[in-house]
């Protein structure tokens, strides 16, 4: 039993992300996100404490704004397909699939709030409730529609921060800002354990253990051993599965019929972590402004309960890093009422090759801690934005990025349908003096289906539980994503 659980996943999307295991935000605020992100050489908003927090001593007058992002997100496995699997003793099993699995999950909706002021003609002060990082997606959890319950059926992953940020106009070319973002970080997963395989002649043995709890997993794991060594006389079980799987897969066998369907669940939090945003912006012309912001790593270390059918069987800790990145921007102005800007975003995924949880005790009696290999890879993502200011009332904007997915096919899963993707958006800005309404709407889709072919252990190994081995699974994953957004804004 090399794989009972994956600890927590990092997948898709809570108001960013929906099919892609980078859960970097898609934008923060309706502005941005019609512009593709490509904002952080823009004059000040109360959105640049996220994007370049140097650009909010551009500010004129002071701005309260709110905003809710929401997406749908549109998930597909195609042709799951789950073969090759054997028994110890070398009985073939059968296949799973094809199957085509679609994604149950709900609309998401993010919300985001600011404020900015200045406080001289030099010095601007701001603070932002946002979401930087974050998922959540839900596929069906029954096994027989949904094999790859087995992975995993429903995940989430979110960051929320305060930032509080200070921003300061060196002079009329040149400006620098630094936020600091507290935040909250949880996590959280859900699949169908899979126990399939016992000894036909032991099914006796599990009467009335058909329900996990822990003491039905003591006195399955003492009836079988007691079977294997004395009833059948054949200690060499015991040592044969010990030698081929290690111990955990003979004890996964005594487990079988107790836990074999039943619901696993970590919820984890971070209730406290840090990190620090530093912007850059000069702006040598009127026609030209080039941005620099860095977003730091936050260090996040997690906790919580591990259940089964909502019983808690152990608690779990686990430190997995948020991200740095680095965007650099050029905004342009071929006309006075025309601005382009393109913007790279650069981010460290390599940061946690590794992903450890630890148990505080064995979970099932037999696993103290879990490994799995990520080794994702720092990606560059492209981004676009043009806005045109047509008059004192209306300002259209388009914006397009594109964003490489960092997981290798060798570490990918079923709560990891990612893929390189493109995103196109539009929005348009409405000015009623004191009051701005933005909007905004993406559409995001994977360019190429991603093909797995059975090398990634993370996908493979829930299958191959104790007593069974030489599952693997192929299967091609996509979709695409609609948001939406709106923000009002008060400028006084």
Known sequence: MKKIILGVILSVFVGTNAFAASVDTFGIGPRATALGGAVSASSGDVYSIYYNPAALSQLKGGQLSMAIQMADPNLEFSGYTVTGGKTLSGTTLPDMGPTSIKDASDNLYVPFLGYAQPITSNLAFGVAAYVPFGLDVEWDKNPAVNPGAYNWFHSYYVRETVTPTL?????????????????????????????????????????????????????????????????????????????????????????????????????????????????????????????????????????GDVTINGVKVTTADMSYDHPEQVQVGVMIKPVSNVSVEMDVVWTKWSINSTQVTEFSSPLLGILPSETLERDWSDTNQIRLGVEWTVNDLLTLRSGYFYDPSPVPDDTFDIMWPDADRKTYSIGAGFNFGQWTLDTSVQFAYAETKRIIGGESDNINDPYNAPGLTGYTVETSAGGYLMGYGMSLTYNF
């Open 167 to 303: 921003s300061y106009k060196v002079n009329d070319k040149f400006s620098v800002g630094v936020g600091v973002p507290l935040g909250k970080s949880k996590s959280g997963a859900e699949k169908i354990l899979n126990y399939p395989v016992a000894p036909s002649q032991a099914n006796a043995l599990f009467t009335g253990l058909d329900t996990y709890t822990p003491d039905n997993a003591a006195t399955a794991y003492t009836r079988v051993y007691d079977y294997y060594l004395n009833t059948l006389s054949q200690p060499e079980a015991v040592a044969t599965a010990a030698a081929t799987q290690g111990a955990a897969s003979y004890t996964g066998l005594a487990l079988t019929h107790a836990v074999n369907g039943s619901r696993l669940e970590l919820e984890l939090e971070d209730s406290f972590n840090y990190s620090a945003n530093l912007g850059f912006l000069y702006t040598p012309t009127d026609q030209v402004s080039l941005g620099l912001t860095y977003r730091g790593r936050a260090e996040a270390d997690f906790s």
